[in-house]
T-cell receptor, first 118, second 109 residues
Framework: DTAVSQTPKYLVTQMGNDKSIKCEQN?????MYWYKQDSKKFLKIMFS???????INETVPNRFSPKSPDKAHLNLHINSLELGDSAVYFC?????????????????FGQGTRLTVV | SQELEQSPQSLIVQEGKNLTINCTSS?????LYWYKQKYGEGLIFLMM?????EEKSHEKITAKLDEKKQQSSLHITASQPSHAGIYLC?????????FGQGTTLQVKP
């Protein structure tokens, strides 16, 4: 069984379109994330959800809207796609262990969704 | 904000050689994670270090966290083509995992 699964794996779309990427985890984790990996392979966090609540939003444009219907799912909807949105998007999950510094266990990642905007 | 810097950015080694990748943090590390990414694939978790001076090994890969908890190293012994990929260090930071820019490793047969 795949621990963290994303769909689709590849997405090619035109500028201005709206698209969604789905993510599901079967690890029983309470925290899920979306990361963006640019052409230089730098991995940057976009959002973090804990128990369906948004806890981190890293200055991502409003065109990106995450939705978490339950703890096992975190979908990413993108409106009015732009050329600069082309990247690989990774979903991940972990378990929040709490504490003053808000520790998490290691994160498990999906296979990524390669988004190409033309 | 915390930043992680990895060195070198890229590395080409002959099969059988040893190599080391470094990760330096701008702040104290409370959790340091090493991941490996193969082209077109997701990140594979390798190891997690939390305590100063901690060292962990998995097969031919050893990771260490220094006593001051601001630097970690990943050492591969007798490298093989299967070790090729991008190695990323990550740090736990207020509920999120941030990453270094990655080190691309090529192993020549």
């Amino acid at each position: 069984d795949t621990a963290v699964s994303q769909t689709p794996k590849y997405l090619v779309t035109q500028m201005g379109n709206d698209k969604s990427i789905k993510c599901e985890q079967n690890l029983g984790h309470d925290t899920m994330y979306w990361y963006k990996q640019d052409s230089k392979k730098f991995l940057k966090i976009m959002f973090s959800y804990n128990n369906k609540e948004l806890i981190i939003n890293e200055t991502v444009p409003n065109r990106f809207s995450p939705k978490s219907p339950d703890k096992a799912h975190l979908n990413l909807h993108i409106n009015s796609l732009e050329l600069g949105d082309s990247a690989v998007y990774f979903c991940a999950s972990s378990h929040f262990t709490g504490g003053i510094i808000r520790m998490n266990t290691e994160a498990f990642f999906g296979q990524g969704t390669r988004l190409t905007v033309v | 904000s915390q930043e992680l810097e990895q060195s070198p950015q890229s590395l080409i080694v002959q099969e059988g050689k040893n190599l080391t990748i470094n990760c330096t943090s701008s702040k104290t590390l409370y959790g340091l994670y090493w991941y490996k990414q193969k082209y077109g694939e997701g990140l594979i978790f390798l190891m997690m270090l939390q305590k100063g001076g901690e060292e962990k090994s998995h097969e031919k890969i050893t990771a260490k966290l220094d006593e001051k908890k601001q630097q970690s190293s990943l050492h591969i012994t007798a490298s093989q083509p299967s070790h090729a990929g991008i190695y990323l260090c990550g740090a736990a930071n207020t509920g999120k995992l941030i990453f270094g820019q990655g080190t691309t490793l090529q192993v020549k047969p």
